[in-house]
């Protein structure tokens, strides 16, 4: 009789692209990648300007579609969706953070954070009662009320986060996401995207140029022409 210890199982793959390839006219955005992220897993995504990076992230994220290859997100084709089923599925189960929050300036946070939620139908109150707890989350409970013009850079960004966040997203895209913050906030800031978004379950893709915000990453994914160049694996 062999006695077996048990396998640990991984966590299962969330997103997933195969094969992409995308061309705008005659210039190669991507020359065929292929990259999977799990539940759970932060994944930066690296390499020169000008070689791909947020290419790659806009296919992932049904934002422009491949000239060839498939986007999958759990265990479901995205790639070929019309303009209207990727809108709803941008909605209702992926989460995006830019470098420029891209807050409304008019509204305060809790409501720029419920908005998504009211856009899909869900009433005033309860968008605004989810947003709120959601801010708390983010170590924001006391700044609800204060609109994008009243909050540190740092303090936008959680609310972009917790935009992002707030209607429990399958996959998180951020691009840059601490580019226009200091070293020292960037890292807050990255660790509470990380750590929030993958806590959930989520996978997370975060174009960066920055060292420091790919080491707060569990794999990181080097694009060079198109390309991956290099995979390198668990940071964490
Ligand atoms: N809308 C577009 N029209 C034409 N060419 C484009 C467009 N978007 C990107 N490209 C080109 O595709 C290639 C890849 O661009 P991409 O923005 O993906 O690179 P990147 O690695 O994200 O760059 P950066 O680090 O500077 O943001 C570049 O040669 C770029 O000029």
């Known amino acids: 009789m062999s006695f077996q210890s048990p396998q640990p199982t991984q966590p299962q793959i969330v997103l997933s692209g195969h094969g992409l390839v995308k061309y705008y006219g005659d210039v190669v955005g991507l020359a065929g990648v292929d990259v999977a992220v799990r539940s759970g897993e932060a994944l930066a995504v690296m390499g020169p300007s000008g070689n791909g990076k947020t290419t790659l992230l806009h296919v992932l994220a049904g934002i422009l579609t491949p000239d060839e290859g498939e986007v999958w997100l759990v265990g ?26 891209q807050l409304l300036a008019e509204l305060p946070a809790d409501e720029n954070v419920a908005l998504p939620l009211m856009v899909d139908g869900m009433s005033r109150r309860e968008a605004v009662g989810r947003a709120r707890t959601m801010l708390a989350q983010v170590g924001l409970a006391a700044e609800v009320g204060r609109r994008p013009g009243e909050l540190s850079g740092g303090q936008a960004q959680r609310v972009a986060i917790a935009r992002a966040l707030v209607g429990e997203p399958q996959a998180v895209f951020a691009d840059e996401p601490t580019g226009a913050l200091d070293a020292a906030t960037g890292a807050q800031v990255i660790d509470l995207l990380v750590g929030a978004a993958t806590y959930r379950g989520a996978a997370v893709v975060v174009v960066t140029h920055d060292n420091a915000v790919a080491a707060r990453c569990h794999r990181v994914l080097r694009i060079v022409d198109g390309r991956v160049s290099e995979s390198l694996g668990a940071n964490r």
């Open 76 to 101: 479901e084709r995205v790639d070929q969706l019309n303009d209207a089923a990727r809108t709803v599925l941008r909605r209702r189960r992926l989460g995006f953070v830019f470098q420029d929050n």
